[in-house]
């Protein structure tokens, strides 16, 4: 009997004589919901402080110096104010306006020959007495830059040492000791990010030029590609004479792999398009008639004045005339009359459109 009773109980997933009512309460979760909630309610009053007490003076001067630049915005940060530093570097960057990220140690080694006389210098740190950049300023201005510090405490040494002082208010960190830096480097990110917007605007970015500075993106390519960057060109191009007999146009058809030949005179005037669809109605219409299809010349089985496209044209614009009905999976590219190539659907995708 006790060995049915084990045998039971290990099936059943409880211990033999363990009453399974008598376990004590599931333990709490460190990470409970309530807490969570608590601390991002905690997060956002902290960095609705720093809203509420902006000063949108120095911010108004810190962006016009950059504006008037005529050189670099040069950022530099120690830890976790040089990594917010050096996003900022690039969120400029994208967004047109010339900046570089230089570590403050390196730039006491060597690397302040970068700076120069028509540079800004902007300083990032949460207590404005980091010793690095402390160390740097004077030699910084020795180069003939100017000094910009941002920082979340009023009075500090390199507030007093820099042209031009940017307060960023920080209440306390969210951290329960008020010491790791995660809200003042939250209202650092907010701060430079939306500088950079507003020296975006300040300068008139246009679409296409952001997309200049996004070139592997879809946006950058949807407003840079052009068809000549796309198409085949060249001896690649699958074409024939009018006058070509069926067998040799379906020696072109496959041998290319296009998916269409083009039907053009001597001079590459375009006279059709002969495609996959082309041939299995040809196919169709030959079988019910009982004619032989290769004793047909290119130009009776052709497609007479296909869409086409010029090389100048915009790969999105081409992609969207092959969409636009009826349906095609490619384009004769034609400049005066000529063929120039040939674009296809399939070169589109595999570019990123």
């Known amino acids: 009997m006790d060995d049915v009773t084990t045998d039971v109980a290990s099936k059943s997933g409880e211990r033999p004589g363990v009453d399974p009512s008598a376990a004590g309460p599931t333990p709490a979760s460190p990470v409970a919901s309530r807490s969570l909630q608590r601390l991002f309610q905690q997060q956002q009053r902290y960095i609705n402080f720093f809203f509420d007490n902006l000063d949108f003076g120095p911010i108004q001067g810190f962006c016009q110096a950059c504006v008037e630049c005529k050189g670099v915005v040069?950022?530099?940060?120690?830890?976790?104010?040089?990594?917010?530093?050096?996003?900022?570097?690039?969120?400029l960057v994208s967004t047109g306006t010339k900046a570089v990220f230089l570590s403050p140690q390196d730039a006491l080694h060597g690397d302040i020959g970068i700076i120069g006389p028509e540079d800004l210098l902007v300083c990032f740190s949460k207590s404005g007495a980091t010793e690095e950049i402390i160390r740097l300023v004077p030699f910084a201005r020795a180069k003939g830059a100017r000094l910009v510090s941002i920082t979340s405490q009023h009075g500090s040494e390199l507030e007093a040492a820099c042209d031009l002082a940017v307060h960023l208010p920080l209440e306390r960190e969210l951290c329960p000791f008020d010491l790791a830096p995660v809200t003042s480097t939250a209202i650092q990110m907010v701060f430079g990010d939306t500088v950079?917007?507003?020296?975006?605007?300040?300068?008139?970015?246009?679409?296409?030029?952001?997309?200049?500075?996004?070139?592997?993106?879809?946006?950058?390519?949807?407003?840079?590609?052009?068809?000549?960057?796309?198409?085949?060109?060249?001896?690649?191009?699958?074409?024939?004479?009018?006058?070509?007999?069926?067998?040799?146009?379906?020696?072109?058809l496959t041998s290319k792999g296009c998916g269409c030949?083009?039907?053009?005179?001597?001079?590459?005037?375009?006279?059709?398009?002969?495609?996959?669809?082309?041939?299995?109605?040809?196919?169709?219409?030959?079988?019910?008639?009982?004619?032989?299809?290769?004793?047909?010349?290119?130009?009776?089985?052709?497609?007479?004045?296909?869409?086409?496209?010029?090389?100048?044209?915009?790969?999105?614009?081409?992609?969207?005339?092959?969409?636009?009905?009826?349906?095609?999976?490619?384009?004769?590219?034609?400049?005066?009359?000529?063929?120039?190539?040939?674009?296809?659907?399939?070169?589109?995708?595999?570019?990123?459109?």
């Open 261 to 353: 030949v083009l039907v053009a005179d001597a001079d590459f005037r375009l006279v059709g398009i002969f495609t996959d669809g082309d041939l299995r109605r040809t196919l169709q219409q030959c079988g019910s008639q009982g004619c032989d299809v290769m004793v047909l010349r290119a130009d009776e089985a052709m497609t007479r004045h296909p869409k086409t496209c010029g090389s100048e044209d915009m790969a999105i614009d081409a992609m969207q005339a092959m969409e636009a009905g009826p349906k095609v999976n490619m384009l004769p590219v034609v400049d005066d009359g000529r063929v120039q190539g040939l674009v296809t659907l399939h070169a589109l995708v595999s570019a990123g459109l």
């Open 196 to 252: 950079a917007i507003a020296l975006m605007q300040a300068k008139h970015l246009t679409r296409d030029q952001y997309a200049m500075n996004h070139p592997a993106g879809r946006i950058g390519k949807r407003l840079m590609l052009r068809v000549c960057d796309v198409m085949v060109r060249n001896g690649k191009v699958p074409v024939v004479l009018p006058e070509t007999l069926m067998p040799e146009v379906l020696v072109e």
């Open 74 to 91: 040069i950022f530099t940060g120690v830890g976790k104010s040089g990594l917010i530093g050096q996003k900022i570097c690039q969120t």
